[in-house]
């Protein structure tokens, strides 16, 4: 079976977190936002991420993209260890390989549809010309080629969210993480945008973590693990169609 060879030989796993931890704060405030968190993203595949609000999804998408340092266990993405190579290094890799859809977009109000777009390649040391030229491709890609001269602030919200996505697959990373990306959009809209992710995802080994509240979009998962209070206490198959024939038991 495929889900029980992958998991041993480890050559299909793009995230593999174990024992995780991230407490913010100290003393008697403390929170321990994540409590040993075990989990495996295989390459290719859409992993959603659910959960009542507080247990934990923010932190540790944000720990597996290395916008937020762990306090403990393990975690690998993409073959890294970002608490092994350092902040700079990691500021790198995630330049390079990993990108980040926000629920609220996140776009820059000053810059134009195209500009917000070719940011991670002007990060990466990409031309502004060539960025540029980049930008207007993935956006024509989702249906905005004709937006690309517009500031964000004029396109709906549906529309933000395919710059936000746009964003983070521009520079063709191999992780993208979003953070309930669908919550601020109507039902259509929010379908259109999961429909994009998995287009984006077929047939690039790109891997996504997609956090969501949204029962009406769990169609689109391959398989969906479940958090309450900092773990991940389930991992079912999704109902897409690359749906695996059997559970994966959740790693003790
Ligand atoms: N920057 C922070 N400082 C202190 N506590 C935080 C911070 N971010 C999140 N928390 C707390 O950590 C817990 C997990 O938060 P979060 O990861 O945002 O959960 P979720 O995304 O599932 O709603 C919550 O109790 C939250 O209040
Ligand atoms: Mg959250």
Redesign the pocket.
């Known amino acids: 079976m495929r889900v029980d060879a992958t998991v041993q030989d480890g050559q299909n796993i793009a995230v593999r977190c174990r024992g995780v931890t991230k407490t ?2 100290a003393g008697p405030s403390a ?1 321990k ?1 994540l409590r040993g968190v075990d989990l495996d993203v295989e390459r290719g595949e859409l992993l959603m991420l659910v ?10 998408i ?1 720990v597996v993209a290395g916008v937020l340092n762990r306090d403990g266990g393990e975690c690998e993405v993409l073959g890294e260890d970002f608490a092994r190579i350092g902040p700079a290094a990691t500021t790198r890799f995630r330049a390079r390989n990993v990108g980040f859809v926000f629920q609220a977009f996140n776009l820059i109000p000053t810059l134009t549809v195209a500009e917000n777009v070719a940011v991670p390649l002007l990060i990466n040391g990409v031309s502004r010309r060539e960025a540029i030229a980049k930008a207007a491709e993935v956006l024509s890609r989702v249906g905005l080629g004709d937006r690309t001269n517009d500031v964000p602030t004029r396109l709906s919200g549906g529309q933000q969210q395919r710059v936000a996505i746009s964003r983070a697959l521009v520079h063709d990373p191999k992780l993208i993480v979003c ?1 309930e990306p669908t919550s601020a959009l109507d039902h259509a809209t929010g379908q259109r945008v999961m429909e994009l992710l998995r287009e984006v995802a077929e047939g690039h080994d790109l891997s996504l973590v997609v ?1 969501t509240h949204d029962a009406r979009i769990f169609e689109f998962a391959d398989r969906i693990a479940e ?1 309450d209070d ?1 773990r991940i206490v389930r991992l079912s198959t999704g109902q897409s169609h690359k749906k695996a024939e059997h559970e994966l038991p959740v790693v003790k």
């Open positions: 913010y704060g929170v936002a959960g009542p609000s507080g247990c934990g999804k923010t932190t540790l944000s953070d956090v958090m900092g």
